[in-house]
């Protein structure tokens, strides 16, 4: 067990650009959470998957934004067209169910300049 | 709708004194709270959770919290505070529905002076 792993740490993209991070969650982990934080808030969820199923979005997730899990292990997510207020701390947490609590991952910083 | 309320965004103590971060919360159901702790440029790491059993809640490195629901709370404490416990502190909340999401509040940042 290697703990929720995310990729890259750091990005840096031009406005306009697409960007795309990977987590790969806990290995028995059947529950994908991807949350974003920003300085000084506490972290807002965006979309959550049990296996592959794309169960829950918040409102937050507009539609430049977009998630998968294929075949539910690794996911992704995607944002097209960066715009400055993406800049932010990309979270991603994996779980065996409700009442566990998360696994965090290290997240993944995306500055948009 | 579920909320999280964290009174004070910013907590100062000195070594060995008692740490308590406060923690209100907003739920229509029974709900699982848990603290979450959070040290710079890393993810968040789970302290504690309260999912219905006891209402005192003991976790990791000394820190504890009580759920009390007539008052809505469940306030994370320590009785001697750490130079190592200088962190950001999260407070969050679910239901017992499946699939709902952790509801976290907006942090108290704990600064611990020598």
């Known amino acids: 067990d290697t703990g929720v792993s995310q990729d890259p740490r750091h990005k840096i993209t031009k406005r306009g650009q697409n960007v795309t991070f990977r987590c790969d969650p806990i290995?028995?982990?059947?529950?994908l959470y991807w949350y974003r934080q920003t300085l000084g808030q506490g972290p807002e969820f965006l979309t959550y998957f049990q296996n592959e199923a794309q169960l829950e979005k918040s409102r937050l997730l507009s539609d430049r934004f977009s998630a998968e899990r294929p075949k539910g292990s690794f996911s992704t997510l995607e944002i097209q067209r960066t715009e400055q207020g993406d800049s932010a701390m990309y979270l991603c947490a994996s779980s065996t169910g409700q009442n566990y609590g998360y696994t965090f991952g290290s997240g993944t910083r995306l500055t948009v300049v | 709708a579920q909320s999280v309320t964290q009174l004070g965004s910013h907590v100062s103590v000195s070594e060995g004194a008692l740490v308590l971060l406060r923690c209100n919360y907003s739920?229509?159901?029974?709900?699982?709270l848990f603290w979450y702790v959070q040290y710079p440029n890393q993810g968040l790491q789970l302290l504690l959770k309260?999912?219905?059993?006891?209402?005192l809640v003991k976790g990791i490195n000394g820190f504890e919290a009580e759920f009390k629901k007539s008052e809505t709370s469940f306030h994370l404490t320590k009785p001697s505070a750490h130079m190592s416990d200088a962190a950001e502190y999260f407070c969050a909340v679910s239901d017992y529905q499946a699939g709902t999401a952790l509801i976290f509040g907006k942090g108290t940042t704990l600064s611990v002076s020598s």
């Open positions: 739920s229509s159901v029974p709900p699982y």
């Open positions: 290995s028995e982990h059947n529950r």
């Open positions: 309260y999912t219905s059993a006891a209402t």
